[in-house]
Structures are given as C-alpha cells and as structure tokens.
Nanobody
Framework: QVQLVESGGGLVQPGGSLRLSCVGS????????IGWFRQVPGKEREGVSC????????YYVDGVKGRFTISRDNAKNTVYLQMNSLKPEDAAVYYC????????????????WGQGTQVTVSS
C-alpha cells in the first residue's frame, strides 16, 4: 500500500509556472504507474498526464502537451508535474494517483489517491 501527498499548488498569473510534487510513502513509487488528474467543480475528474513504471514512458492529454512535463525522482520517491505557460482553464484541484502496474491505466483502475492540491490561474 502507498500513501500519496501532493503539494505545490497555488495562485499563479496566466503564463506562469508551478511545479506539483507527489510524495509517496509506504512503498516505492517506481513500482507504480503514476497519474496526475484534475477536477473542477461540476465536472468529472480528468487525466492530465501519466508516467509508467519501468521505462518511465510519459503521456499527456492534448491540451497540456508542450506545456506540462511529468517526471520521477526515485531517490526522493516523488513524481513531479512541471506546469508552464499556465492558462485559466488549467485551474483545478490536481490529484496524483498510483496503480501497481507497468502501464498507465484508465482512471477507474488507480488504487491510491492523494488529497489534492489547488491550482488557481488568474490575473
């Protein structure tokens, strides 16, 4: 079992950057595919990015390609989401989640979730 804690959210102006962190405890995150998801009130939670276990293949939803970068630091048992050129539509609560699988998975298969961190993009 793994516990996940997100941090790094906050208020940023359009065009700004934030780096979200997802720190794992209880188990090594390199045994898990890790996804970042986001949710705004009244909408379903959506996948933003994912990094597989093993070879660290990365995936991004179309709207964030070229702006967001997901990465791992196994020594710190942490997965990051670097978010650049932020837009107002990126504002949401961001969650990281883990699935004990080599591959990234559909949202319903993620077993462990963090509590979320709020990202607000506003001038």
């Amino acid at each position: 079992q793994v516990q996940l804690v997100e941090s790094g959210g906050g208020l940023v102006q359009p065009g700004g950057s934030l780096r979200l962190s997802c720190v794992g405890s209880g188990s090594s995150l390199d045994n898990y595919a890790i996804g970042w998801f986001r949710q705004v009130p009244g909408k379903e939670r959506e996948g933003v990015s994912c990094i597989s276990s093993g070879d660290d293949t990365t995936y991004y939803v179309d709207g964030v390609k070229g702006r967001f970068t997901i990465s791992r630091d196994n020594a710190k048992n942490t997965v990051y989401l670097q978010m650049n050129s932020l837009k107002p539509e990126d504002a949401a609560v961001y969650y990281c989640a883990a699935v004990r699988s080599y591959y990234c998975s559909t949202i319903d298969l993620y077993e462990y979730w963090g509590q979320g961190t709020q990202v607000t993009v506003s001038s």
